[in-house]
């Protein structure tokens, strides 16, 4: 007791406000039994967290959980009694991440009226069923929030809802000052959707996250910076009408197999987009993407070629930065674009059919990367100094990626491979004559031609090499050589070696950095 009295006279608020923010709720409650001046204290505590952890100590959540209702019983009273005791001035952020259902709409609603009388900024209501750490799931009736708790706020920027059933008032009035808003597992239609965009003059994020949509949705808004439509599941065919004159980026992706949302987009600043979807070419509209500069494509299961490409790279001509995931390539597919600077190609097509040939024709090209299954490349790309392709001979990838002839002019090149691959590498690529930085992950778990006067044999080759970085993932496959050439190299000064050391005999890195240190001039290593 001395001592907590020793500490409370003696320590400036800001660093009693920071030891007490390391507290849990349940041990801070316990302060009140130290002196009643700690009550006043709790004041300090300007960020309110209510979650499992905060609220129940170290408990797990699946020990919580096991006695739920009892639990959750408990979590409201607690919440309730903190707030009945808590004395300060000032609320900057009220955060509720537990379970709660209707018959709580009292006791939250006390909670977000006394943070709104004090200024809360940031309010974040988290109230689903599910959580990541387990698979607890139970049925219950959301949570009704009225949005005339916030009628009276200037203060809030940031509102995140989550299993709410949100009511609007028509004379709704409220959220001026609010940036960011974020509805997750709600059931949004446009009347909502208009009164919300009518009082958020300066809303510059939206998030729409795996929401159930009831009607056409139009999102009209000036101010509206970055929008997000993610993880939305496809019932009814709605439209989606954007129109947003200062919109920099947009993310959309569907739980739909084989449906998504029309969507119509008009925001010619819009520069940045993502869409993962099982079709696009009958959705999106490519010609209210004109001004796009970066664009993410993922799992396409239309043809990417015939459908997709032909439109994105005629209608969007100001392209710079491309990347397809997951996306099928059946065919030959001609990608051209004279501004395109970056192309990100990962796990496209099918891995028992042959390989599919990709034609690059993109004249400011200065970065490929690519991992996936076997692809012929013919690229005319005169600027490109950095490529990244994985390489490695796995179970699922039995066939690698087929030698890039544009290579030889490359500066910064990084490999996933395997030691075939590289000996394949060097009689295909011969001179690596302006290659500056060469970074390896060789894997050798399914590669059963193993051998290191390869890793040699590129270096011999890169005579202009200024650092390499080498990582190898060991496997014990018996007969492995152990005699190595030796060679001087003027040029290379860095080398970083990574990996495992072998169960029988010096690890790879090891033995190749012995014969580096003998052969090569000025070595640094790492």
């Not at 698979?135 to 809802?161: Q, R, V």
């Not at 000036?222 to 019932?235: D, E, K």
């Not at 001087?488 to 495992?500: M, P």
Request: hydrophobic share 40%.
């Amino acid at each position: 007791m001395k001592r907590c009295k020793i500490l409370n006279n003696e320590l400036p608020d800001c660093v009693l406000s920071y030891v007490l923010s390391k507290l849990t709720l349940k041990d801070l409650v316990k302060t009140r039994a130290l002196s009643k001046h700690w009550l006043h204290k709790w004041g300090l505590r300007m960020d309110l967290n209510f979650d499992l952890h905060n609220m129940f100590g170290d408990n797990t959540i699946q020990e919580l959980l096991g006695r739920f209702p009892l639990i959750r019983s408990e979590f409201v009273t607690r919440l309730d009694q903190f707030m009945e005791h808590y004395q300060g001035a000032v609320i900057h952020s009220i955060r509720v991440n537990f379970p709660l259902s209707d018959k709580h709409s009292g006791v939250i609603g006390t909670l977000i009226s006394k943070g709104i009388a004090k200024g809360a900024k940031r309010i974040e209501l988290l109230l689903s069923n599910e959580t990541a750490d387990t698979d607890f799931d139970i049925e219950m009736n959301p949570l009704k929030f009225s949005l005339t708790l916030l009628s009276d706020t200037d203060s809030l920027t940031y509102l995140h809802l989550q299993n709410c059933l949100i009511v609007a008032p028509m004379d709704f009035s409220g959220l001026k000052n609010l940036r960011t808003l974020v509805l997750h597992v709600v059931v949004v239609k446009q009347d909502l959707l208009s009164g919300l965009f009518s009082n958020c003059i300066h809303l510059v994020d939206f998030t729409l996250d795996d929401c159930d949509f009831i009607s056409n949705l139009n999102i009209i808004s000036p101010t509206l910076f970055h929008l997000n439509i993610v993880n939305c599941r496809v019932y009814m065919p709605c439209n989606i009408d954007i129109i947003a004159s200062n919109l920099s980026s947009f993310e959309y992706s569907c739980n739909g197999r084989h449906e998504a949302h029309p969507v119509n987009i008009k925001a010619h600043m819009l520069s940045k987009f993502s869409y993962r979807g099982s079709q696009i070419s009958k959705f999106v509209r490519f010609s209210g993407l004109k001004n796009l500069t970066t664009i993410v494509l993922d799992g396409l299961r239309e043809c990417l070629q015939k459908r997709a490409v032909p439109h994105l790279f005629k209608k969007c001509l100001q392209l710079e930065d491309v990347t397809f995931k997951n996306c099928r390539i059946k065919r030959e597919m001609k990608i051209t674009s004279p501004k395109l600077r970056h192309l990100r190609i990962f796990d496209c097509g099918y891995k028992d059919v042959p390989p599919c040939n990709v034609d690059i024709d993109a004249l400011s090209l200065s970065s490929f990367e690519y991992s996936g299954h076997r692809t012929i490349f013919s690229v005319t790309a005169p600027n490109l100094l950095k490529v990244f392709c994985n390489a490695a001979v796995r179970k699922k990838n039995r066939h690698s990626i087929s030698p890039i002839p544009i290579l030889h002019q490359v500066e910064n090149l990084v490999m996933v491979t395997s030691h075939s691959q590289i000996a394949k590498l060097k009689e295909d690529l011969g001179q690596f004559q302006n290659l500056r930085q060469l970074e390896l992950f060789i894997d050798e778990a399914h590669d059963l031609t193993m051998g290191y006067n390869s890793i040699l044999y590129v270096l011999m080759a890169s005579q202009r090499l200024q650092k390499l970085s080498l990582t190898v993932r060991n496997s014990l496959v018996p007969g492995l050589k152990s005699e190595y050439v030796g060679f001087f190299h003027n040029d290379l000064k860095y080398v970083e070696l990574h990996g495992s050391a072998r169960e029988d005999g010096p690890g790879v890195p090891m033995i190749i950095g012995l014969i580096m240190i003998l052969f090569i001039k000025d070595l640094k290593m790492k």
